[in-house]
């Protein structure tokens, strides 16, 4: 069965400083890999894609990186700001498409001054 | 910047009713999905939506739901007959092509059956 586990449930850090997010899937065959922020009450955006050939991507303070041989992949945030309070999801997607995406059930992380 | 716009950001029906969720897709997209999230659980994909016909359907996805773009711009998600157990946030996404391309999701409607 398609699924994707992602540690910690929760996370507590102070502003300013770094973080790690982790994320392990069994979702076969593969397509690729996304982390969506979700900030409560709204809609996930996305924050990074990564097919299968690619070992890491940033987007600002955002840097993912995939494992595809082991199935794992990372979120790393740097120099944390409030507005990073959210839920960070990752999702795998299989080969056809959006139909194929199995989410995982997100980082809570909060951000404290 | 474009947006999935979602209408109403929050319904409450009584349980047996019929609901529409709306959606405005962004409007040079041509794939558009619906996903549930119940509170504290995963988001789960429902339906996806192209050329005016459902490429895709998940087993959550029965007979008491359907879809439509009536008019060109809006995406309807129908439920017949709600239950308590649909009580979730549902969210609208869109995309220019089916794979490896970013989706954008609507900010979701939060319906609740009583």
């Known amino acids: 069965k398609n699924q994707v586990e992602q540690s910690p449930q929760s996370l507590i850090i102070l502003e300013g400083k770094n973080c790690t997010l982790q994320?392990?899937?069994?979702?076969?065959?593969?397509?690729?890999l996304r982390w969506y922020k979700q900030d409560t009450g709204r809609g996930p955006v996305s924050l990074t894609i990564m097919t299968f050939s690619e070992n890491t991507k940033s987007n600002g303070r955002y840097t993912a990186t995939l494992d595809a041989d082991t199935k794992q992949s990372s979120l790393h945030i740097t120099a944390s700001q409030l507005s990073d309070s959210a839920s960070y999801i990752c999702v795998v997607s299989g080969p056809r498409g959006y139909s194929t995406l199995t989410f995982g059930k997100g980082t809570m992380l909060l951000v404290s001054p | 910047e474009p947006e999935v716009t979602q209408t109403p950001s929050h319904q409450v029906t009584q349980m047996g009713q019929e609901v529409i969720l709306r959606c405005v897709p962004i409007?040079?997209?041509?794939?558009f999905y619906w996903y549930r999230q119940i509170l504290g659980q995963k988001v789960e994909f429902l339906v996806s939506f192209y050329n005016n016909e459902i490429s895709e359907k998940s087993e959550i996805f029965d007979d008491q739901f359907s879809v439509e773009r009536p008019d060109g711009s809006n995406f309807t998600l129908k439920i017949r007959s709600t239950k308590l157990e649909d009580s979730a946030m549902y969210f609208c996404?869109?995309?220019?092509?089916?794979?490896?391309?970013?989706?954008?999701f609507g900010q979701g409607t939060r319906l609740t059956v009583v």
């Open positions: 409007s040079n997209h041509l794939y």
């Open positions: 996404a869109s995309s220019p092509r089916d794979r490896n391309t970013e989706a954008f």
């Open positions: 994320c392990n899937y069994t979702v076969s065959p593969f397509s690729n």
